[in-house]
């Protein structure tokens, strides 16, 4: 079983809208959790990344959430722009063994 | 800016070839990493170099085998490409401590096509 579950697999939206991506993990303990945005054909860009006593962060139109006692985070997107269809990785890293564990990723589609 | 250059962003190889895969990190970070990456199956850890001539197995090392020898440099081999090492190959780098430790930088990845 994956530890690092993302939902939806798939969004579209309209240009403009707000969505927001899910992340479950069930990796206890953890060190951080990150978010990363992933254009096609090109490597992962770190958007976020938070320790288990953040809550929030953001980076401009991006808002990530963390709750670690449900262990479950949130990518908000506002205002999505059409630059802003790529691949959202969720990842999380656990201390034991320096473990890092990606979640298979939300493509998010922003039509015009 | 970390920036993490892979030597080849489209490669194709016959069946049986020896392949080599580049990476370099111009930011002195001790870790480096190799993914593949596959529709439906994410990012999967095939090597990692805590520091240079350090290397561990990660999760699907089979087919392969790694080199670090300067700390800038880790290379991803393919002893004998087969059909079902075609894929996306990323490259990644990540201080350990320290400002924006933790984060991995990754390169713009090798698409990878072994015929």
């Known amino acids: 079983k994956n530890q690092v579950e993302q939902s939806p697999q798939s969004l579209i939206i309209l240009e403009g809208k707000n969505c927001t991506l899910q992340?479950?993990?069930?990796?206890?303990?953890?060190?951080?959790l990150r978010w990363y945005k992933q254009d096609t054909g090109r490597g992962p860009v770190s958007l976020t990344i938070m320790t288990f006593s953040e809550n929030t962060k953001s980076n401009g139109r991006y808002t990530a959430t963390l709750d670690a006692d449900t262990k479950q985070s949130s990518l908000h997107i506002t205002a999505s722009q059409l630059s802003d269809s790529a691949s959202y990785i969720c990842?999380?890293?656990?201390?034991?063994?320096?473990?890092?564990?990606f979640g298979k990723g939300t493509r998010l589609h922003i039509l015009p | 800016d970390v920036k993490v250059t892979q030597s080849s962003r489209y490669l194709v190889k016959r069946t049986g070839e020896k392949v080599f895969l580049e990476c370099v990190q111009d930011m002195d970070h001790e870790n480096m990493f190799w993914y593949r990456q596959d529709p439906g199956l994410g990012l999967r850890l095939i090597y990692f170099?805590?520091?240079?001539?350090?290397?561990e197995k990660g999760d699907i090392p089979e087919g392969y085998s790694v080199s670090r020898e300067k700390k800038e440099r880790f290379s991803l081999i393919l002893e004998s490409a087969s059909t079902n090492q075609t894929s996306m190959y990323l490259c990644?780098?990540?201080?350990?401590?320290?400002?924006?430790?933790?984060?991995?930088?990754f390169g713009a990845g090798t698409r990878l096509s072994v015929l």
């Open positions: 990644a780098s990540r201080r350990i401590r320290g400002l924006r430790s933790n984060i991995q930088y």
């Open positions: 990842v999380v890293s656990a201390p034991l063994r320096d473990k890092i564990i």
């Open positions: 992340c479950n993990y069930t990796v206890s303990p953890f060190s951080n």
């Open positions: 170099s805590y520091d240079v001539k350090m290397k």
